[in-house]
């Protein structure tokens, strides 16, 4: 099976065929991250039926799909369906035809597709789920979909028909640094630790747009090819990820856009601010479409009771499509963005954002990984009567310690001068003040080439993690 990582995945998927009864599986995740391709590839002996949504398209154009796609693997004919119960009848009685014991996978793709206004799609699938296949010992009825909130919501949360329904669901996140990792390798392309974290920070651990990647090429030039030479395979890619995925996407494109431009994030009432949207419910659901979607997470500061959940942007080909491919007239190479100060800005939120999505490396690598925490940045500002401090990441641990950061993204070993020294200690001491905590403080130095262990490294810092760390194998299902 030539699958990079997803180890947890398989093996969740892999263990449904060894059970006695039916199974309702709903697979989601963002676009291009890989879910029809790891839904064929556990099940490729397994599926008896495939039929993928069409985008949008209308009630009949999806039935005629659905019902050619049957007559592809049905051995005698029948008329086309009027409805979807008739549909779903047809394909019972293709079913019915398969006589082995082994486990026959359905699955349905893109389903969010197949729903259109009135059309009783969903409806059809309860009665063929709950009055056919819940019957049954060999079924795995598998449904997928991009739109990850459209699932939660019409399937996994439903209080109608399809309440309580699913029995397994899988949420599909990009790939880690190590899957990340292993797929290039797969494809023969053989870069430095360094160098695959620089490109997971302008594209993400998207599988489609990884597999674009040649051998044999510096970062400057894979990224040239990829996002900047008149071809290049990602430099529309914007214009489709959100539409493709949201019903009318303008408003949620409108506050990726503002948080594209505010690097720690902005509370809800910020974001009212900046897009000029209305404080309703419609707000409340794009919001939690685009953070169960994976674009945006939700940061929840601690030790500031009064303080609102932030809303960070930690998709990174929609950041980078901001700071460099927007106004792309200003940019025509890598190389030439390389030698701007926006490009070092970047590169410092970018590596925040690679070590959010990566804290159960970071917290294995430190040894915490069994112990709960709470993640964050922290900020405080100065003033007249009190220093101002700004802290990277902060690791609230529930074993009464917490782990204070300093990401550096560099090309050497980092040394600590002694004034350095001087900020991280004074520091230290505005997070204990302000948070007014009693905990341990831990001072951390996460880099990409490490610290030097001077005097003033061992009088300030605790402990130090290098790039190597991010790229632990953690077992960990979305």
Avoid at 272 to 282: F, P
């Amino acid at each position: 099976m030539k699958i990079a990582g997803r180890k947890a995945e398989i093996a969740l998927l892999e263990s449904l065929l060894k059970k006695d009864e039916a199974e309702f599986v709903a697979v989601y995740g963002r676009r291009r991250v890989g879910k029809t391709f790891l839904v064929r590839q556990v099940y490729k002996n397994q599926i008896v039926f495939e039929c993928s949504g069409l985008h949008k398209k209308s009630f009949g154009q999806q039935l005629e799909n659905f019902w050619l796609t049957l007559q592809e693997v049905r051995q005698s004919p029948t008329l086309p369906p009027k409805t979807w119960l008739q549909a779903f009848a047809q394909l019972k009685s293709y079913l019915n035809t398969l006589k082995s014991p082994d486990k026959k996978v359905v699955f349905l793709d893109e389903i969010p597709w197949f729903e259109t206004p009135r059309s009783g799609f969903l409806a059809a699938l309860d009665n063929f789920w709950n009055q056919y296949c819940s019957k049954r010992e060999d079924i795995i009825l598998v449904i997928c979909g991009s739109a990850a909130s459209w699932i939660i919501k019409k399937i996994i949360n439903d209080r109608g028909g399809l309440h309580n329904r699913i029995t397994t669901h899988i949420r599909l996140m990009p790939f880690t640094l190590r899957e990340t990792k292993t797929f290039l390798e797969m494809n023969q392309v053989q870069l430095t630790l360094k160098d695959i974290a620089q490109l997971y920070i302008c594209m993400g651990g998207i599988p489609f747009y990884l597999k674009n990647v040649q051998p044999g090429k510096s970062i400057p030039q894979i990224l040239d090819d990829l996002f900047f030479v008149p071809q290049a395979s990602l430099k529309q890619e914007f214009y489709n990820l959100y539409a493709s995925l949201f019903k009318n996407s303008e408003d949620h494109e409108k506050i990726i856009a503002a948080l594209s431009a505010k690097n720690k994030g902005l509370t809800r009432n910020e974001i009212i601010a900046e897009t000029k949207l209305n404080s309703n419910g419609r707000l409340s659901v794009i919001l939690k479409e685009l953070v169960e979607c994976g674009f945006v997470k939700q940061i929840f500061p601690a030790h500031q009771k009064t303080a609102k959940p932030l809303y960070r942007l930690t998709d990174e080909y929609s950041i980078f499509y901001f700071k460099f491919l927007k106004n792309r007239k200003l940019n025509s190479s890598w190389l030439q963005i390389f030698n701007q100060s926006v490009h070092t800005i970047w590169l410092g939120y970018a590596f925040e954002n690679l070590c959010l999505k990566h804290i159960l490396p970071i917290k294995k690598a430190l040894g915490i990984h069994g112990i709960i925490s709470n993640e964050y940045t922290w900020s405080q500002k100065g003033n007249d009567t009190t220093k101002g401090a700004q802290i990277d990441l902060v690791i609230d641990r529930s074993d009464n310690c917490i782990n204070i950061f300093e990401l550096k993204f560099s090309n050497k070993p980092y040394e600590i001068s002694k004034s350095y020294a001087e900020q991280l200690q004074q520091k230290t001491a505005v997070f204990k003040t302000q948070t007014k905590t009693k905990k341990n403080v831990f001072l951390t130095f996460l880099t990409t080439q490490g610290v030097q262990q001077n005097k003033y490294y061992l009088s300030v810092v605790t402990n130090q993690l290098t790039i190597e760390d991010l790229f632990e194998d953690v077992l960990v299902l979305g």
